[in-house]
């Protein structure tokens, strides 16, 4: 089991990433993830991170009424997104602790810089399909190698210029549906274990309570300060796993 430090240290960064998430609509995964990978095995990290991640996103559709999902593309993301998953799976099998430490750090790190890029709203076309095909590959590779479907979806959300309300309900949504496939998809390859099913139970009381707090805040924070918070809390994070990989 989790030594007393590593259970501190990754229920407060489930509460911090699910802060993150409820002032900013995402970045759990990112924040958390880091953590976990340090204290289990890759996969049932990967496990983990999922598991929780997933009833996050339950928790942030319960009282907003009927979601405003960007149904147009959605499909589109989905179906590309499903050889990721496979590919995701196959990769979290065969890569140590340490290079997923890196890894994970490296995407975190990428998924920063590239969030903090707004390409500007694309017009229907090819270069919009182009779009939603990368995410949808890219959504799927990640969910099942660091749990980080984020970034690509929601970069592909502000190519097609979605409202504050359809960005925070649309990935939450297919946040749920990445985490539940990638889930079953790496449970093709063994079960999760005892442990990690514990270690996922023990994170969710800090992700209700950072949730209620980022819930609390969002209202509040203009959209350059929500963006700001988000990157600079996950990039931290993502710089903090490539080191423990490497030292």
């Given at each position: 089991m989790l030594t007393v430090a590593q259970a501190v240290l990754v229920v407060a960064l489930a509460a911090l990433?699910?802060?993150?998430q409820g002032a900013t609509g995402l970045g759990y995964g990112l924040v958390?993830?880091?953590?976990?990978?340090?204290a289990l095995e890759p996969?049932?990290?990967i496990f983990a991170a999922l598991?929780?991640?997933f009833v996050l996103n339950g928790l942030m559709l319960v009282g907003v009424g009927r979601p405003h999902v960007r149904r147009d593309g959605a499909v589109t993301v989905l179906a590309w997104a499903l050889p990721g998953f496979v590919a995701g799976a196959a990769i979290i099998?065969?890569?140590?602790?340490?290079?997923?430490?890196?890894a994970v750090g490296i995407a975190v790190v990428v998924a920063v810089l590239a969030r903090a890029w707004h390409p500007g709203v694309l017009p229907a076309g090819p270069r919009r399909t182009a779009v939603r095909a990368t995410a949808g590959l890219a959504a799927g590779l990640l969910t099942t190698t660091?749990?980080?479907s984020g970034p690509p979806l929601a970069l592909w959300m502000d190519a097609e210029g979605a409202t504050a309300r359809e960005f925070r309900d649309t990935l939450n949504v297919l946040f749920a549906i990445c985490n539940f496939v990638g889930a079953a998809v790496l449970a093709?390859?063994?079960?999760p274990e005892r442990r990690t099913v514990a270690v996922t139970l023990l994170l969710l009381p800090g992700i209700v309570v950072g949730l209620v707090l980022g819930r609390r805040v969002a209202p509040r924070l203009a959209?350059?300060?929500?963006?700001?918070?988000?990157?600079?809390?996950v990039g931290t994070t993502g710089v903090a796993s490539v080191l423990a990989g490497l030292l």
């Amino acid at each position: 089991m989790l030594t007393v430090a590593q259970a501190v240290l990754v229920v407060a960064l489930a509460a911090l990433g699910a802060f993150v998430q409820g002032a900013t609509g995402l970045g759990y995964g990112l924040v958390v993830t880091p953590a976990l990978v340090a204290a289990l095995e890759p996969r049932q990290a990967i496990f983990a991170a999922l598991g929780s991640a997933f009833v996050l996103n339950g928790l942030m559709l319960v009282g907003v009424g009927r979601p405003h999902v960007r149904r147009d593309g959605a499909v589109t993301v989905l179906a590309w997104a499903l050889p990721g998953f496979v590919a995701g799976a196959a990769i979290i099998g065969a890569i140590s602790k340490s290079h997923l430490q890196v890894a994970v750090g490296i995407a975190v790190v990428v998924a920063v810089l590239a969030r903090a890029w707004h390409p500007g709203v694309l017009p229907a076309g090819p270069r919009r399909t182009a779009v939603r095909a990368t995410a949808g590959l890219a959504a799927g590779l990640l969910t099942t190698t660091v749990s980080a479907s984020g970034p690509p979806l929601a970069l592909w959300m502000d190519a097609e210029g979605a409202t504050a309300r359809e960005f925070r309900d649309t990935l939450n949504v297919l946040f749920a549906i990445c985490n539940f496939v990638g889930a079953a998809v790496l449970a093709l390859g063994g079960l999760p274990e005892r442990r990690t099913v514990a270690v996922t139970l023990l994170l969710l009381p800090g992700i209700v309570v950072g949730l209620v707090l980022g819930r609390r805040v969002a209202p509040r924070l203009a959209p350059v300060t929500a963006r700001r918070l988000a990157l600079a809390v996950v990039g931290t994070t993502g710089v903090a796993s490539v080191l423990a990989g490497l030292l």
